[in-house]
């Protein structure tokens, strides 16, 4: 085994596809040192910029010295603190639903939620460009797993005409993480009403961004039903780690006998959740947050005019460069970090062959001047390349 191993790297380097990790030396912000070197960086989901708020880190160091650092045994023995449960009672209010449960990434959390809620005979139908722990989560459920064309409404609507199954999912996520696009939810929640299915939206990328006061893309929809179970995860826009899920009481009450990423697993220390707590409170404050992060957004877009590579259309706070090929977006790269800023290049098998890009990641801790300064090397990358 370990020669297969060995010659499967081989290959992937051959391909351009080998990923190498940065060595972080600063806490994560738009300023880092990164293999003892610093950067302005546009790599982190840290939207708002609260990865290294005062007030979060003061909150964590408070209530660490109140309820300990582990919590200890899984939620269904000892391990439910209050501020896990303050937590989940404070994030169903904010997005606006019934209950919540948390649970210690989003990867557990889809993998728990859909392994939970549908099985053999059951059906998910599933945009072909949504993250990889969705896909795990249906694989892991058993149920008949259904893939439709990116956004593609009509594309759905056919396979949901024809589905036999006794119950139906529908699992997208709600903004694409490698293409800052929205999904056409409120589409799909009519669908769900004309043909008896549910809908479970991925929330990572909305959370905290979109929506009134940050609650996510649901409210940016104004969308409310019975038939929606959201997932946002806590360590993208809220700065800290974990997940949540959010839906109708009985949901909630199921996935905690049922999910077992959730039962069988230990929570997140409950002083994260203190943290998450104060977190949230920054977010549904951060009105001012949000404004100066959409300026950021409309000046990229206004200004970044350049031929042979263009920006996708997103109107969030993912704005990814098509590139193409995957060793000229390792080349871009390279030279904007010859410049002192990191922007990562993204490559198959994240996203499809031949859509090699640069994802810019925006965020409320950038200046308009650090945006400045990406563009002006953006602009040299693309004279130094044709
Ligand atoms: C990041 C991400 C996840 C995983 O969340 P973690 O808390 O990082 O495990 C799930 N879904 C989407 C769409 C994501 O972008």
């Known amino acids: 085994m370990l020669d297969a191993l060995q010659k499967a790297l081989e290959q992937r380097e051959k391909d351009g596809l080998l990923r190498q990790r940065r060595l972080l030396d600063s806490p994560q912000a738009e300023h880092i040192v990164a293999d003892t070197k610093p950067y302005l960086s546009f790599c982190s989901n840290d939207y708002l910029g609260l990865a290294n708020h005062p007030k979060l880190i003061a909150a964590m160091q408070q209530a660490a010295g109140i309820a300990g650092v582990g919590s200890g045994a899984s939620g269904l023995v000892t391990g439910h603190h209050r501020y896990h449960d303050d937590l989940e009672k404070q994030l169903a209010k904010f997005v606006n639903l019934p209950a919540a449960l948390l649970f210690s990434t989003g990867y557990m959390a889809n993998i728990g939620v859909l392994g939970a809620l549908v099985g053999r005979g059951d059906a998910i139908f599933a945009d072909k460009l ?18 439709f064309a990116h956004n593609d409404v009509a594309a759905l609507e056919s396979l949901l005409k024809t589905s036999t199954a006794k119950h139906k999912l529908i699992a997208v996520d709600a903004v694409f993480s490698m293409d800052g696009d929205i999904a056409p939810i409120p589409d799909y929640l009519a669908l769900c009403e004309k043909y008896d299915a549910y809908l479970y939206v991925d929330d990572a990328h909305g959370f905290g961004v979109l929506g009134e006061h940050g609650a996510g893309s649901l409210s940016h929809f ?12 806590l360590g993208k826009a809220a700065g800290v780690a974990g997940a949540f899920v959010a839906g109708q009481q009985v949901v909630i009450d199921y996935l905690i006998q049922t999910a077992k990423s959730y039962v069988y697993s230990t929570p997140a220390p409950p002083a994260l959740s203190a943290t998450l707590s104060a977190s949230v409170n920054i977010i549904a404050q951060g009105d001012a947050l949000r404004a100066h992060l959409y300026a950021l957004i409309a000046l990229l877009k206004a200004e970044l005019n350049l031929t042979k590579w263009q920006l996708m259309p997103s109107i969030t706070s993912i704005q990814p460069l098509l590139i193409g090929d995957n060793f000229e977006a390792v080349r871009v790269s390279r030279f904007l970090q010859a410049k002192g800023i990191l922007v990562p290049a993204i490559r198959p098998p994240t996203v499809p062959k031949n859509t090699a890009r640069l994802r810019i990641s925006l965020s409320a801790a950038h200046s308009k001047a650090d945006v400045m300064r990406l563009m002006s090397a953006l602009h040299e990358a693309e004279k130094e390349f044709s």
């Open 130 to 147: 949504n993250h990889a722990c969705l896909n795990d989560g249906g694989y892991y459920s058993l149920a008949e797993f259904n893939r």
């Open 222 to 233: 104004n969308l409310q039903s019975p038939r929606i179970i959201m997932m946002a995860t």
